[in-house]
């Protein structure tokens, strides 16, 4: 079992959704890179690379908004405080 495939320990189904698709986009992201450091590329195949790499920076700024940061300090709310209970 990849660490993919493992469930996220959030309660909010749409947060749990939209912390899944920021970790497809980072590993899109990271492959990306991978990619710009083979030798030999041509103007073209990197050109096809920063495309991809621009859209996948325009979809995680829009996909980081307000809301996304609200649901994550939302959740955080929820959780216990593990100093309580040291008590």
């Known amino acids: 079992m990849q660490i993919s495939d493992r469930p996220i320990a959030i309660t909010n189904p749409t947060l749990r959704g939209l912390i899944k698709e920021l970790g497809n986009?980072?590993?899109n992201v990271t492959a990306l890179i991978n990619q710009l450091q083979l030798p030999h590329l041509t103007a073209t195949q990197q050109a096809e690379?920063?495309?991809?790499?621009?859209?996948?920076?325009?979809?995680l700024h829009v996909h980081?908004?307000?809301e996304f940061q609200e649901l994550i300090?939302?959740?955080?709310e929820t959780l216990p405080d593990d100093d309580e209970t040291d008590e």
């Not at 690379?49 to 325009?58: D, H, N, V, Y």
């Not at 300090?73 to 955080?76: G, S, T, V």
């Open 64 to 66: 980081c908004d307000d």
């Open 25 to 27: 986009e980072c590993r």
């Open 73 to 76: 300090a939302n959740e955080m």
């Open 49 to 59: 690379i920063l495309a991809e790499l621009l859209s996948a920076t325009i979809h």
